[in-house]
Nanobody, 119 residues
């Protein structure tokens, strides 16, 4: 069973930066897409950024130009660099990995890391 562990969350002032990391407990075969999602209090979980196996990235409109997703395959880690943070970026950030092998699909989630941006 693969486990994803996020780190890097915390409290930061508006305009500041954080880098989130998501490390898998082992190599995952057949990765299709890796991404970050977030959930603000009393709101639904929403997509923040994804990166495909081919390196194509996708960002929520609200974070374009401020956030960057990238991965280090050698470390089984995907990162989310967050710059120019705003109070509305506050929430629990979850890492997600989608994989497909031998015709079966797999959807892995981390436990989440809290990001709080103060005004």
């Amino acid at each position: 069973q693969v486990q994803l562990e996020e780190s890097g969350g915390g409290l930061v002032q508006a305009g500041g930066s954080l880098r989130l990391s998501c490390t898998a407990s082992r190599s995952i075969f057949g990765i299709v897409r890796e991404g970050w999602y977030r959930q603000a209090p009393e709101k639904q979980r929403e997509l923040v950024a994804t990166v495909t196996r081919g390196g194509n990235t996708n960002y929520a409109d609200s974070v374009k130009g401020r956030f960057s997703i990238f991965r280090d395959n050698a470390k089984n880690t995907v990162y989310l660099q967050m710059d120019s943070l705003k109070p509305e970026d506050t929430g629990i950030y979850y890492c997600n990995v989608q994989a497909s092998t031998l015709g079966s699909g797999y959807d892995y989630w981390g436990q989440g890391t809290q990001v709080t941006v103060s005004s």
